[in-house]
Nanobody, 118 residues
Framework: QVQLVESGGALVQPGGSLRLSCAAS????????MRWYRQAPGKEREWVAT????????NYADSVKGRFTISRDKAKNPLYLQMNSLKPEDTAVYYC???????????WGKGTLVTVSS
């Protein structure tokens, strides 16, 4: 059974940093596409960043490029999202997503809340 459990969300001041974690189990972590998404109050869920756990290649939404870093240890988990220079518009529930290459199925965590406010 695939499980994704996010942690690390908190209240942080503008300009601050946070690191989110996603503990994954139930699939081969080293051979999957993993992503972070977020959903702000009253808005649709949006994609934030992607990493191939096989190759390590990453991709970012323009809104977070240069501020956020998605990473993983290839053989281990969790998946991370390092968030720097946080802005109030980064306030959202952040979700971990995984799609193991073997099955092509899609899995979601339940999310962790990040609030950026002074």
């Amino acid at each position: 059974q695939v499980q994704l459990v996010e942690s690390g969300g908190a209240l942080v001041q503008p300009g601050g940093s946070l690191r989110l974690s996603c503990a994954a189990s139930g699939f081969t972590f080293s051979n999957a596409v993993m992503r972070w998404y977020r959903q702000a109050p009253g808005k649709e869920r949006e994609w934030v960043a992607t990493i191939s756990t096989t190759s390590g290649l990453t991709n970012y939404a323009d809104s977070v490029k240069g501020r956020f870093t998605i990473s993983r240890d290839k053989a281990k988990n969790p998946l991370y999202l390092q968030m720097n220079s946080l802005k109030p518009e980064d306030t959202a529930v952040y979700y971990c997503y995984a799609s193991p290459r073997i099955s092509g199925m899609e899995y979601w965590g339940k999310g962790t809340l990040v609030t950026v406010s002074s």
